[in-house]
């Protein structure tokens, strides 16, 4: 669409998988509810659909969380990655996590909260758990396994298809999408925002709605917000922290010559392996390349010119401040250094036999990507202001399409859904800001 509105009701600002799940389903809630339709809805991206990090994401969906509460936004998820698999690119071919003795307890504990909420998956210990994956991946070198947890329900997405099946939807219920318009402002007028300010012109706006993924922190900025935020925890103790803190992703992928296929010969499920005291070791030199195993990957999907597999491993933290255009690919300072193809190449033969001595087929091409982590690493999804509402994801967004769903409601003058009330952001001054995990990584 070419000519801007000098008005809207809703203002979406970004077009990944929040900003278009949220648009779309709010033009659902509206048109259910009778206050409206799509045509009140506006998104607004700088650049295009999925130009963040939803277009360059990995495309797991999965539930492995041991902060139980983000359980219940995933079953919602899966709802709506269901609602048209085909037009999002889900393979639904399920999810499975594996790691050592020290991980049972939290394995046990993400197995009951995933269950309680609907989210079915199956959980095996000992020497089980060894036999289950070698159920799937025969190959699988699974002495050090002692946990396995298998998500029925999970698996993984095309990332541009899911973006463009997103934006196809809000299309088809009349909500008006505009690329190319970038947020350069606020008009803030009586503690809440009046207009956005952009290089196409002022648009007035009843209610904004931000999901911005990495851009959040420099949009926060624009909104007078401070930098920094008092955390308080469950234990009495009170810390200030960075609002945002920026990771670089490490993600990638290796050619294979064979189909990547299972003992059943289908599409095998994602696979997540962290063995926090087993440490990955270079073939071919000997040197270890660090102290731990983290790793997932999957058959590899759009952006790939030849089968393979595509995964990553945990994410590098930079800090508070981070360039952010160009993005991704495109940004030289956050390219996957050597390291990451040596430490996954490894980490891959060590587990699995047909990827023994697979370097030299790791595909060497620009893989980058950043992303802005809140101070407890979990996602806020609240209102911030009297009339704008946040979808702050921690970087878990591609998965999480249910958000959408659940923040319909709320944005329509509805009640808050109960599974969001967990994300709030008065958690920080309350008291329950979200402590560590018993894991190497950020998400969990």
């Known amino acids: 669409m070419d000519a801007l509105p000098q008005s809207t009701t809703y203002a979406v600002v970004g077009a990944g998988i929040h900003g278009l799940s949220t648009a779309w389903h709010l033009a659902m809630e509206l048109q259910r509810t009778g206050k409206g339709s799509g045509a009140d809805v506006v998104v607004l991206d700088k650049e295009g659909v999925g130009a963040g990090a939803s277009g360059i994401a990995c495309g797991c969906v999965r539930n492995l969380y041991m902060t139980e509460p983000l359980h219940a936004i995933l079953r919602h998820s899966v709802d709506v990655w269901m609602y048209d698999p085909v037009g999002f690119g889900f393979q639904q071919v399920g999810y499975v996590s594996a790691g050592e003795a020290n991980q049972i307890d939290d394995y046990q504990r993400m197995h009951k909260s995933q269950n309680a909420v609907g989210y079915h998956s199956d959980l095996y210990e000992g020497q089980q758990a060894r036999d289950f994956v070698k159920s799937i991946w025969p190959d699988f070198k699974a002495d050090g396994i002692d946990v396995v947890l298998h998500e029925k329900v999970s698996g993984y997405a095309g990332t541009m298809q899911a973006c463009h099946g997103l934006a196809q939807k809000c299309l088809d219920h009349g ?18 925002v009046e207009a956005l300010i952009t290089n196409r012109g002022r648009i007035q706006a009843d209610v904004v709605v931000l999901c911005l993924g990495a851009w959040i922190a420099k949009h926060w900025e624009m909104l007078g917000r401070d930098a920094s935020i008092s955390c308080g925890y469950a234990d009495g103790n009170r810390v ?37 005291n087993t440490p990955v070791v270079d073939p071919d030199t000997g040197k270890e390349l660090a102290d731990h195993t ?41 390219q996957a250094e050597a390291w990451f193809a040596d430490y996954f190449c490894a980490a891959l033969g060590q587990l699995m036999g047909r990827f023994e001595g697979c370097r030299g087929d790791f595909r060497e091409r620009r893989n980058g990507g950043i992303g802005a982590f809140t101070p407890d690493n979990v996602p806020i999804f609240d209102w911030i202001m009297p009339n704008v509402w946040m979808n702050a994801d921690s970087n878990h967004g591609f998965k999480m399409t249910g958000v959408g769903k659940l923040v319909a409601s709320s944005l329509a003058g509805g009640a808050k859904a109960s599974e969001l009330e967990p994300f709030a952001i008065k958690r920080f001054a309350d008291g329950w800001t979200y402590g560590a995990s018993n894991s190497h990584s950020p998400w969990v």
């Open 294 to 334: 983290y790793v997932y990957w999957k058959n590899g999907a759009e952006r790939m010119d030849r089968p393979g597999v595509q995964g990553g491993t945990l994410p590098a933290q930079i800090g508070p401040k981070a360039t952010l255009d160009p993005y991704g690919h495109f940004n030289d300072e956050y």
């Open 175 to 192: 909500v008006r999408l505009y690329t190319g318009v970038e947020v350069l402002g606020y008009d803030v007028t009586g503690g809440q």
């Open 240 to 276: 200030d922290k960075d609002m945002w803190t920026f990771w670089r992703l490490k993600e990638g992928e290796v050619y294979v010559h064979q189909p990547y296929r299972d003992a059943r010969d289908l599409d095998p499920p994602v696979l997540h392996v962290e063995l926090m």
